[in-house]
């Protein structure tokens, strides 16, 4: 059975910084890719960033070179290091798994969720 356990998350203040990780388990994942959606309240899920096996990573728009993933194929861990947070990226951070390059909304792995919340 397939399971990603997101940790890091957690109550900051604005321009801080945090660091999201994910452990997955139940099977390789190497023709998978691995990263974050986010979900605020009243809002859609929103696409934050992605990494394959090999490296190559896509990030949401709204980035810019806030966030940074990383992956660590040996542990089946992904990573989601997040500076200069804002308010506006209080949500629910889930970690997701895909096949293929990229993730979708469809994707058949998804963890539990962790709260991110950033005081002004």
């Known amino acids: 059975q397939v399971q990603l356990v997101e940790s890091g998350g957690g109550l900051v203040q604005a321009g801080a910084s945090l660091r999201l990780s994910c452990a997955a388990s139940g099977r390789t994942f190497r023709s998978y890719a691995m990263g974050w959606f986010r979900q605020a309240p009243g809002k859609e899920r929103e696409f934050v960033a992605s990494?394959?096996?090999?490296?190559?990573?896509e990030y949401g728009n709204f980035v810019r070179s806030r966030f940074t993933i990383s992956r660590t194929n040996a542990k089946n861990t992904v990573y989601l290091q997040m500076n200069g947070l804002k308010p506006a990226d209080t949500a629910v951070y889930y970690c997701v798994a895909d096949q293929g390059p990229t993730l979708r909304i469809q994707a058949p792995y998804w963890g539990q969720g962790t709260q991110v919340t950033v005081s002004s």
């Open positions: 990494i394959t096996w090999s490296g190559y990573k």
